[in-house]
């Protein structure tokens, strides 16, 4: 299905260079269906000889040469581009953004012209840092002139490094700090999980190994199970066990309450940030 699409990168950094090897790895493009532009020379050097792709002499080369445009530069960056790429795109165009906070309306009145007035399609993505290992979780909104076909092949486009679900833009910021910013908290609770084995006298390195399994394992049992984490968590919680103290333990520092403020907190800042 996806090999007639050519895909131009504009920005390979952190998330165009892990969106670049799922697409590659995956088997959903050939080294020649993708080109690219960064900033820098050395970037682009590197990008090249990391992928053995292409580069384009410029944004508006790589609009015109390209069905599928990613933008994957920092929000504060896409005011440049916009203007650089607005004459070369067409009607068959797919414009897909990944700039936290930028609206589909924001890029598409951005890249309005005579050509693509009232056609172009314009998709929004926010996926996580674990796309730098091929499990990001994504969140994919899109504008209303993308066909189902159109539609599944941008999902494929993210499905190629991780988990990726169409939503609502209206859940954008929600998604921002449920998934967006939420890898943070984790490495948090696994820091500190092994920061109590290393009190405990485990070695850190260990300590690491077993505190990330354990929370990697448990994701994949809710994910696989399908079962409700309650019931899950109760699964572990013997009677008169060692679970079943840590859990009031943790009930009694508001462990629950914690992590659903840290939600909240970062979805209350990207609705801030949008709203800017
Ligand atoms: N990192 C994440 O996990 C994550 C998660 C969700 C969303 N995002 C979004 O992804 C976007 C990119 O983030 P990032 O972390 O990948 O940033 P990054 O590592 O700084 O990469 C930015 C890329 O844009 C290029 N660039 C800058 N100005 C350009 C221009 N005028 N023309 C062409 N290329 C240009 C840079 O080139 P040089 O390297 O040559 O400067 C670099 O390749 C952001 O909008 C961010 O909101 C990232």
Same mark, same amino acid.
């Given at each position: 299905m996806s090999k007639k699409y050519k895909y131009g990168f504009i920005g390979a950094g952190n998330m165009g260079s892990s969106m670049i090897s799922g697409l590659l790895e995956s088997g959903l493009?050939? /080294? /020649?269906d993708i080109t690219f532009v960064t900033a820098h020379e050395d970037s682009a050097k590197n990008i090249e000889e990391r992928f053995g792709i292409e580069r384009s002499k410029d944004a508006a080369s790589l609009s015109k040469e390209s069905n599928v445009i990613i933008l994957a530069v920092k929000p504060g960056q896409l005011s440049d581009i916009l203007p650089d790429i607005r004459e070369s795109l067409d009607a068959g165009s797919i414009v897909v953004s990944v700039a936290a906070g930028k609206s589909i309306s924001e890029i598409d009145n951005a890249l309005l012209s005579m050509e693509v007035a009232g056609k172009l399609k314009v998709a929004r993505a926010m996926p996580n840092t674990p796309a730098a290992v091929g499990e990001a979780m994504s969140a994919v909104c899109f504008n209303d002139r993308f066909s189902d076909e159109e539609k599944k092949e941008v999902l494929s486009i993210f499905r190629s490094f991780g988990v990726a679900e169409e939503v609502d833009e209206g859940l954008m910021d929600t998604v921002t700090g449920l998934s967006g910013s939420s890898p943070a908290f984790i490495y948090m609770l696994i820091e500190a999980m092994a920061d109590e084995a290393v009190r405990h006298g485990m070695k850190r390195d260990k300590a690491y190994t077993f505190a990330a399994q354990a929370v990697k394992g448990s994701a994949e049992m809710v994910l696989k199970t399908k079962k409700h984490p309650g019931e899950l968590k109760d699964q572990v919680t013997?009677?008169?066990?060692?679970t079943i103290e840590g859990v009031r333990a943790l009930e009694e520092k508001g462990f629950r309450k914690a992590i659903m403020e840290g939600i909240d907190a970062a979805i209350r800042r990207s609705l801030e940030m949008s709203q800017n």
């Amino acid at each position: 299905m996806s090999k007639k699409y050519k895909y131009g990168f504009i920005g390979a950094g952190n998330m165009g260079s892990s969106m670049i090897s799922g697409l590659l790895e995956s088997g959903l493009a050939e /080294k /020649k269906d993708i080109t690219f532009v960064t900033a820098h020379e050395d970037s682009a050097k590197n990008i090249e000889e990391r992928f053995g792709i292409e580069r384009s002499k410029d944004a508006a080369s790589l609009s015109k040469e390209s069905n599928v445009i990613i933008l994957a530069v920092k929000p504060g960056q896409l005011s440049d581009i916009l203007p650089d790429i607005r004459e070369s795109l067409d009607a068959g165009s797919i414009v897909v953004s990944v700039a936290a906070g930028k609206s589909i309306s924001e890029i598409d009145n951005a890249l309005l012209s005579m050509e693509v007035a009232g056609k172009l399609k314009v998709a929004r993505a926010m996926p996580n840092t674990p796309a730098a290992v091929g499990e990001a979780m994504s969140a994919v909104c899109f504008n209303d002139r993308f066909s189902d076909e159109e539609k599944k092949e941008v999902l494929s486009i993210f499905r190629s490094f991780g988990v990726a679900e169409e939503v609502d833009e209206g859940l954008m910021d929600t998604v921002t700090g449920l998934s967006g910013s939420s890898p943070a908290f984790i490495y948090m609770l696994i820091e500190a999980m092994a920061d109590e084995a290393v009190r405990h006298g485990m070695k850190r390195d260990k300590a690491y190994t077993f505190a990330a399994q354990a929370v990697k394992g448990s994701a994949e049992m809710v994910l696989k199970t399908k079962k409700h984490p309650g019931e899950l968590k109760d699964q572990v919680t013997s009677p008169g066990g060692t679970t079943i103290e840590g859990v009031r333990a943790l009930e009694e520092k508001g462990f629950r309450k914690a992590i659903m403020e840290g939600i909240d907190a970062a979805i209350r800042r990207s609705l801030e940030m949008s709203q800017n």
